[in-house]
């Protein structure tokens, strides 16, 4: 196993655990990504500052982490280009048409018990990783 | 104006919650899915934080009437499987795989002051567009 990290995982993930709620709680909405980012340009005009403040939320929660802990997380270097950019095409294609990604499906509506997104989580997740498999392990386009 | 701090305010919370958990290292996210490879359990780790306080919360959430600072609760409505929700699905894993980006990384890498968010918002944004395009009824 590769740099297993099971504690940062677990705090991370308990924080977007209760950031997901308090989303829920107070102004009733769900805290899916996917969606947040396209109702910017295809929800109601009243239905658009919260949505950039959740992301600019983001950006800033990445930043104050980075500024506890400098060096905690680098970015990439030098990734094939083409596999970011059709790989990018095909996570908005995919979640706008599947309504949910990671954030949506996979946390907050499996917490809703949805069977819509059991069923979806299990499916991003499994075509996730044969798609490893073929660029990794057939193709080897990637260490 | 105190559900745009709220807005804020969680998207804080998760921004933070997903650099902890190293989700914005796109090459962490691809070890995760490589089950026959460097396999790294994390993102399995970092669903279940998130759902066992999620769960536990919205059980207890969903049984009020409203939420506290707006009228209703918006949940998706749909509740049956559809061959659109399974091929969505699939093709989002297939960028997911590629990239080692979903939508949430994708933004709080910003933060990183990553040039690889900023293609992989762009072409998030593309992908919306087209699918409004080609699947969305006149």
Same mark, same amino acid.
């Given at each position: /196993?590769?740099?297993?990290t099971?504690?940062? #995982?677990?705090?991370?993930? #308990?924080?977007?655990?209760?950031?997901?709620?308090?989303l829920?709680f107070f102004?009733?909405?769900i805290?899916?990504?996917?969606?947040?980012?396209?109702g910017?340009?295809?929800?109601?005009k009243?239905?658009?500052v919260?949505? $950039?403040?959740? $992301?600019?939320?983001?950006?800033i929660?990445?930043?104050?982490?980075?500024?506890?802990?400098?060096?905690?997380?680098?970015?990439?270097q030098?990734?094939?280009?083409?596999l970011?950019?059709?790989?990018g095409?095909?996570?908005?294609f995919?979640?706008? /048409?599947?309504?949910?990604c990671v954030?949506g499906?996979g946390?907050?509506?499996?917490?809703?018990l949805?069977?819509?997104s059991? *069923? #979806?989580?299990?499916?991003?997740?499994a075509?996730?990783?044969?798609?490893?498999y073929?660029?990794?392990?057939l193709?080897?386009?990637?260490a | 104006?105190?559900?745009h701090?709220?807005?804020?305010l969680?998207?804080?919370?998760?921004g #933070?919650?997903? *650099?902890?958990?190293? /989700?914005?290292?796109p090459?962490?996210?691809l070890?995760?899915?490589?089950?026959t490879g460097?396999?790294?359990?994390s993102?399995l780790?970092?669903m279940?934080?998130? !759902?066992?306080v999620?769960?536990?919360?919205?059980?207890?959430?969903?049984?009020r009437?409203?939420? $506290?600072?707006?009228t209703s609760?918006?949940l998706?409505?749909k509740?049956?499987?559809?061959?659109? !929700?399974?091929?969505?699905?699939?093709?989002?894993g297939?960028?997911?795989?590629?990239?080692?980006?979903?939508?949430?990384?994708?933004?709080?890498?910003l933060?990183?002051?990553?040039?690889e968010?900023v293609?992989?918002? !762009?072409t998030?944004?593309?992908?919306?567009?087209?699918c409004?395009?080609? $699947?969305?009824?006149?």
């Amino acid at each position: /196993m590769e740099n297993f990290t099971p504690f940062s #995982a677990l705090a991370g993930g #308990a924080l977007i655990g209760i950031s997901s709620a308090m989303l829920l709680f107070f102004n009733g909405r769900i805290a899916g990504i996917s969606g947040i980012m396209n109702g910017v340009f295809y929800a109601p005009k009243n239905d658009k500052v919260w949505r $950039l403040l959740f $992301l600019a939320g983001l950006v800033i929660g990445g930043l104050f982490l980075g500024a506890f802990a400098p060096g905690f997380n680098t970015p990439r270097q030098g990734y094939p280009i083409v596999l970011l950019g059709i790989g990018g095409f095909l996570v908005g294609f995919g979640t706008r /048409m599947a309504n949910g990604c990671v954030s949506g499906h996979g946390v907050c509506g499996i917490a809703r018990l949805s069977i819509r997104s059991i *069923a #979806a989580t299990l499916t991003f997740i499994a075509s996730g990783m044969l798609t490893v498999y073929v660029i990794r392990h057939l193709l080897e386009l990637t260490a | 104006m105190k559900t745009h701090l709220i807005a804020l305010l969680s998207g804080i919370l998760f921004g #933070a919650g997903l *650099a902890l958990a190293h /989700m914005i290292d796109p090459n962490k996210v691809l070890n995760f899915l490589d089950v026959t490879g460097h396999w790294d359990p994390s993102l399995l780790f970092v669903m279940i934080g998130a !759902l066992s306080v999620a769960m536990i919360a919205f059980r207890f959430i969903l049984k009020r009437p409203a939420p $506290l600072l707006s009228t209703s609760f918006h949940l998706p409505q749909k509740t049956s499987i559809d061959p659109k !929700l399974i091929a969505g699905a699939a093709i989002f894993g297939i960028g997911w795989g590629m990239s080692g980006y979903c939508p949430g990384p994708s933004v709080t890498g910003l933060s990183l002051f990553s040039s690889e968010s900023v293609i992989m918002i !762009l072409t998030i944004y593309l992908g919306f567009f087209a699918c409004h395009r080609l $699947l969305d009824r006149p």
